[in-house]
């Protein structure tokens, strides 16, 4: 029965992380498909081309949120399935690593999204909402970094790449945990980064060449 529980807790974090809402907001209040628009990907920065401030937000916002929802959500089914004493000493003594696993699977499933034939975001505002189960002031490191290299070269991927390269640093130095929990949490957050940076690979072929848009807030006509 371990198994089966443990199955179905993967499954219930895989399903919120894969949720593409992105597509699903402009598909609602839009009637558009975030794939023909732009880069063709269902992240907030596309959701700017389509003109809406407001559902590009929602998008950031609503993506951000993922890791949180499915954290409490897979801690309301383990207590469920176990019990809230053992499921609360079993938080209390490893709750940093159910986090990092919890966090893990939603990167990957919004990434690739089952939902979307595993042809997902690029996990940029789920790993922002990420860092708010570890630290209180990290997050707001993480903005602050993007928000600068963001106003200063107009580009969002080149503010994503940037935000996660440093990362692992804001994360070893001030994210509070000792001994090592610190250095498990920072070599987690080494390979989200890397991750990250993968996933914009085609990004960092245009940033060479010159070709990377700017970051716009109006509608393209001929998206």
Aim: hydrophobic letters at 55%; proline letters at 2%.
């Amino acid at each position: 029965m371990m198994y089966l529980y443990s199955f179905l807790l993967i499954c219930s974090v895989y399903l919120i992380g894969a949720i593409p809402f992105g597509l699903v907001l402009t598909k609602i209040f839009l009637k558009q498909d975030i794939r023909k628009i732009g880069s063709g990907n269902i992240g907030a920065t596309n959701v700017l081309r389509t003109g809406s401030k407001i559902l590009a937000l929602l998008t950031i916002i609503l993506d951000a949120l993922k890791p949180f929802i499915a954290y409490y959500v897979a801690k309301y089914l383990m207590i469920l399935f176990f019990g809230s004493i053992v499921v609360e000493t079993l938080f209390f003594l490893y709750d940093v690593y159910i986090k990092m696993v919890v966090v893990a699977i939603v990167i990957i499933a919004h990434c690739f999204p089952i939902y979307l034939n595993f042809k997902g975001g690029k996990g940029v505002a789920s790993v922002f909402g990420s860092l708010f189960l570890f630290s209180n002031i990290i997050p707001f490191m993480a903005l602050a970094t993007w928000i600068v290299v963001a106003i200063l070269f107009k580009k969002s991927s080149l503010a994503a790449l940037t935000t996660a390269i440093v990362l692992p640093i804001y994360i070893y130095y001030f994210s509070g945990y000792k001994s090592l929990i610190v250095e498990y949490l920072t070599l987690f957050f080494v390979g989200v980064s890397l991750f990250v940076i993968l996933r914009h690979i085609s990004n960092i072929k245009r940033l060479i060449k010159g070709e990377e848009s700017n970051i716009t807030f109006k509608k393209k006509n001929n998206e």
